[in-house]
């Protein structure tokens, strides 16, 4: 049975950091892209962060860019979204899934809810 | 490339067919997900008409242009849920779907 199972969200003050992970079981991580995609009540469904199977290569919406990281661990079959600087507008559910194929996503974990609040 | 663009509602009655659209897509790797309430995305199509196993033939895709489209026969009641279209890492902003 695949599984995605994520976990680190919380609330968080603005400027604060928080890392996500994301474990994966179920099918071969160490040769699927992954991502991050996160949900708001007011934008949707929003792709955040994509990494490739060996982590060489990163990309980020610029909304995001220099303040999240995306790494992976293939050993441990994780991926991890170290968020920083955070803003009252990355409140959201995140998920991580896996893009099997020119940004289609089969396989999604049941999100982990970050809240960006003084 | 933009956001994609869904109506924000659609409705039908149990057995009957509805169609959502989604217009602005830019290539064929166009995907739709079912999600219920607090639950993760499920993929329904890929690849403008694929299915995933496990789908019910009920779900169909296609696309003419632009504009992609799902299309949903013989409504049952648990395929109420909000429904998202993807394209080349841009999602619409959901249509969600009321079976009557």
């Known amino acids: 049975e695949v599984q995605l199972v994520e976990s680190g969200g919380g609330l968080v003050q603005p400027g604060g950091s928080l890392r996500l992970s994301c474990a994966a079981s179920?099918?071969?991580?160490?040769?699927?892209?992954m991502m991050w995609v996160r949900q708001t009540p007011g934008k949707g469904l929003e792709w955040v962060a994509h990494?490739?199977?060996?982590?060489?290569?990163?990309n980020y919406i610029d909304s995001v860019r220099g303040r999240f990281t995306v790494s992976r661990d293939n050993a441990k079959n994780s991926v991890f979204l170290q968020m920083n600087s955070l803003r009252a507008e990355d409140t959201a559910v995140y998920y991580c899934?896996?893009?099997?194929?020119?940004?289609?996503?089969?396989?999604w974990g049941q999100g982990t809810l970050v809240t960006v609040s003084s | 490339q933009s956001a994609l663009t869904q109506p924000p509602s659609a409705s039908g009655s149990p057995g009957q067919s509805v169609a959502i659209s989604c217009t602005g897509t830019s290539s064929n790797y166009v995907s739709w997900y079912q999600q219920h309430p607090g639950k993760a995305p499920k993929l329904m199509i890929y690849?403008?008409?694929k299915r995933p196993s496990g789908v019910p033939d009920r779900f169909s895709g296609s696309k003419s242009g632009t504009t992609a489209s799902l299309a949903i026969s013989g409504l049952h009641a648990e395929d109420e849920a909000d429904y998202y279209c993807?394209?080349?890492?841009?999602f619409g902003g959901g249509t969600k779907l009321t079976v009557l």
């Open positions: 993807g394209n080349s890492g841009v």
């Open positions: 899934a896996r893009d099997f194929a020119y940004q289609t996503y089969d396989y």
């Open positions: 990494i490739t199977p060996d982590g060489s290569i990163t």
């Open positions: 179920g099918f071969t991580f160490s040769t699927s892209w």
């Open positions: 690849e403008v008409s």
